[in-house]
């Protein structure tokens, strides 16, 4: 079984809990939308079941979720051993990745958000190519280098992102940020933006910006982000449903 809470007993019970945090999330991002003048069909929900089992999973394919996170590599490849709508899922990679952990990421992940230095390029690359798949990447951007929570410094990002471009079987779709910790979020926003902005010039089709959580997540919208990675506001603390 993977890692994380017990299955709950009631299965009714939690999916009406999730549909209702479902619900809430909208109307969020629909409102963020409304403020920033963008179209609610342009912004992607991840949501980020790290710590969470598989029933949750397929719970959420079954509330309408199309797309889902995880962070830990050795748990997300025994829970989606377990998920029974796999094939309804794109499934996210957005933790920090060893090169050594590239082939059993590319055995479920779709996506990996977190790619952050070019050793990981060659890594992916020869591992979709194992697979005979191609793996869709984002450039990892550190807003706060000091923190130590990965990614490649702004200045050095488009240089990876051509590198990516430049490979056999990985597909750029764009970047990933995580705001600094204890800080307003809109500037690093803003800053990641200006990044994406300047890969898009060389790769059009580097499109995506994956920006904003459960507590930031309007604040990413406001500047741009496609894809928010939203997991308390949707399953809860990882406390509470053990």
């Not at 980020?48 to 590599?73: C, I, M, Q, S, W």
């Not at 056999?168 to 500037?187: I, Q």
Request: glycine share 8%; proline share 4%.
């Amino acid at each position: 079984m993977s890692a994380g809470p017990p299955a709950h007993a009631d299965v009714g019970d939690r999916r009406a809990e999730l549909a209702r945090n479902l619900a809430a999330v909208h109307a969020r991002i629909e409102a963020a939308c409304a403020a920033a003048g963008r179209d609610p069909s342009e912004v992607t929900l991840i949501a980020v079941t790290k710590f969470f089992p598989a029933t949750d999973v397929d719970l959420l394919a079954d509330l309408g979720v199309r797309a889902v996170g995880e962070n830990r590599d050795q748990e997300a490849a025994a829970k989606f051993a377990e998920v029974t709508r796999r094939a309804d899922l794109q499934v996210h990679f957005i933790g920090q990745l060893q090169s050594n952990k590239a082939s059993s990421v590319v055995g479920y992940a779709d996506v990996v958000q977190s790619l952050d230095r070019l050793k990981l390029v060659g890594a992916l690359d020869r591992a979709a190519d194992r697979a005979r798949r191609r793996l869709e990447v984002l450039v990892q951007v550190a807003l706060d280098e000091a923190e130590g929570r990965g990614g490649v410094a702004p200045a050095q990002a488009a240089a990876l992102a051509d590198a990516v471009a430049a490979s056999e079987h990985l597909d750029l779709r764009g970047v990933m940020a995580v705001a600094p910790l204890g800080a307003d979020p809109a500037p690093a926003f803003a800053r990641l933006r200006d990044v994406a902005d300047g890969i898009r010039a060389s790769h059009p089709g580097a499109s995506w910006i994956s920006a904003g959580m459960s507590g930031d997540l309007e604040q990413a919208v406001a500047h741009g982000a496609t894809h928010l990675r939203v997991g308390t506001a949707i399953l809860g603390s990882r406390q509470s449903h053990r």
